[in-house]
Nanobody, 119 residues
């Protein structure tokens, strides 16, 4: 298992930008795929973005494609989510997650960080 700690959430205006970070501990970080999910009030948790263990492949939900960018630095055991052109509907708790393969099978989760976009 990998221990994950998110940071970088906050309040931003419509159209603004935020960058989230997820620091991981554990020797298996560099061999794990990583991802970001989010959960808005009253809604189910949804997939946002994922990145392969090497960083060579990235995947995005249609709702964030072209606005969000996921990246990772295996030397720093950190994964990032750069969020641009934020919208009020992006307001949610954002969770970092990790696993050996498909995001649907991610088994390690962070505690979450709140992102609020004001209109």
């Amino acid at each position: 298992q990998v221990r994950l700690v998110e940071s970088g959430g906050g309040l931003v205006q419509n159209g603004g930008s935020l960058s989230l970070s997820c620091a991981a501990s554990g020797r298996t970080f560099s061999s794990y795929a990583m991802g970001w999910f989010r959960q808005a009030p009253g809604k189910e948790r949804e997939f946002v973005a994922a990145i392969s263990w090497s960083g060579g492949s990235t995947y995005y939900a249609d709702s964030v494609k072209g606005r969000f960018t996921i990246s990772r630095d295996n030397a720093k055991n950190t994964v990032y989510l750069q969020m641009n052109s934020l919208k009020p509907e992006d307001t949610a708790v954002y969770y970092c997650a990790a696993g050996p393969g498909d995001p649907a099978d991610f088994g390690s989760w962070g505690q979450g960080t709140q992102v609020t976009v004001s209109s």
